[in-house]
């Protein structure tokens, strides 16, 4: 189901539970984001108590809509990465934090001073740790041969041996770029294969996912491909025009393999 609106009011009237929130704000960065011709979004703020005011808001009514065994990724950067895993620990507490997940690219980030910035930061957190449901993922672990493994089952693909691992917190997804079939010309639109991480990971087929950013609804065009429910709002009519086309096209994944 897509809501237009702004998502700090949609949000009080929603009863439904949910097991899953992913989290794509606008960021502090102090620029519009054109969206189309007639269509923008704004990452301008006065300050950032009044970015952490809004982010605040939103994250309360999360927690309540959020089911004992839910999860919450909230996706940031490194101006406000700080500043919102403080603010997450207030909400949700310190024992329910459970990743802090890098999304590393080779776009952008180049700068006269310092190393380039090449990663966004996804904080993960559970609504109560004690009773979270989880999908352990695997990912390959490539060796240099294939000797002295006795207990472990190696493999071997185009690219070498490999062990299958526990996926670690750093993810290595390229952004997307311009000539990429799923690409839809919405700024900011994350690749699906880092929101089918986060999807297979934090919930099951049936489970309903919430995205209060839907943007280009990459998280909806997953969910769906996934065969969960799910719940997008956005402000922008913008958003909900190309979430209506992305539905009626192609779906792009990734082959993750699910430990379950
Ligand atoms: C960073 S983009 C999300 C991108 C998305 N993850 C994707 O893959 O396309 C942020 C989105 O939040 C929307 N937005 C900004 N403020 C909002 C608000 N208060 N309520 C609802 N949507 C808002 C913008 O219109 C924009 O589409």
């Known amino acids: 189901m897509f809501i237009a609106g702004r998502s700090e009011e949609v949000l009080k009237?929603?009863?439904?539970?949910?097991?899953?929130a992913?989290?794509?704000?606008?960021?502090?960065?102090?620029?519009?984001?054109?969206?189309?011709?007639?269509?923008?979004y704004s990452d301008k703020w006065s300050s950032k108590?009044?970015?952490?005011?809004?982010?605040?808001s939103i994250l309360l009514e999360i927690h309540r809509v959020l089911l004992p065994s839910?999860?919450?990724?909230?996706?940031?950067?490194?101006?406000?990465?700080?500043?919102?895993?403080?603010?997450l620990e207030s909400i949700f507490g310190e024992e329910n934090f459970i990743n802090e997940i890098?999304?590393?690219?080779?776009?952008?980030g180049t700068s006269k001073l310092g190393f380039a910035r090449k990663h966004d930061t996804i904080h993960l957190f559970a609504k109560d740790k004690k009773v979270t449901k989880?999908?352990?993922?695997?990912e390959k672990s490539y060796l240099s041969h294939k000797y002295g493994f006795s207990n472990i089952e190696i493999k071997k693909d185009d690219k070498g041996y490999y062990r299958e691992a526990l996926m670690r917190d750093v993810w290595e997804i390229?952004?997307?770029r311009g000539n990429q079939d799923e690409r839809v010309h919405y700024p900011?639109?994350?690749?699906?294969?880092?929101?089918?991480?986060?999807?297979?990971?934090?919930?099951?087929?049936?489970?309903?996912?919430?995205?209060?950013?839907?943007?280009?609804?990459?998280?909806?065009?997953?969910?769906?491909?996934?065969?969960?429910?799910?719940?997008?709002?956005?402000?922008?009519?913008?958003?909900?025009?190309?979430?209506k086309l992305r539905l009626r096209g192609p779906l792009f994944l990734e082959n993750t393999s699910s430990g379950n």
């Open 188 to 243: 900011t639109q994350k690749p699906q294969a880092l929101l089918e991480r986060i999807i297979l990971s934090g919930s099951d087929p049936r489970d309903i996912v919430l995205d209060p950013f839907s943007g280009s609804g990459t998280t909806a065009v997953v969910a769906e491909q996934l065969g969960r429910g799910w719940i997008a709002i956005d402000e922008s009519p913008e958003a909900e025009k190309v979430l």
């Open 174 to 176: 390229p952004s997307l």
């Open 49 to 56: 108590d009044e970015y952490l005011s809004f982010l605040k």
């Open 134 to 138: 989880w999908n352990q993922l695997k």
């Open 13 to 20: 009237g929603i009863d439904t539970k949910v097991q899953l």
């Open 70 to 87: 839910g999860v919450i990724f909230l996706h940031c950067d490194y101006r406000m990465t700080a500043h919102l895993r403080i603010l």
């Open 102 to 108: 890098i999304w590393s690219y080779k776009t952008g």
């Open 22 to 40: 992913y989290l794509d704000p606008p960021f502090f960065t102090g620029t519009i984001r054109k969206l189309s011709d007639d269509a923008q």
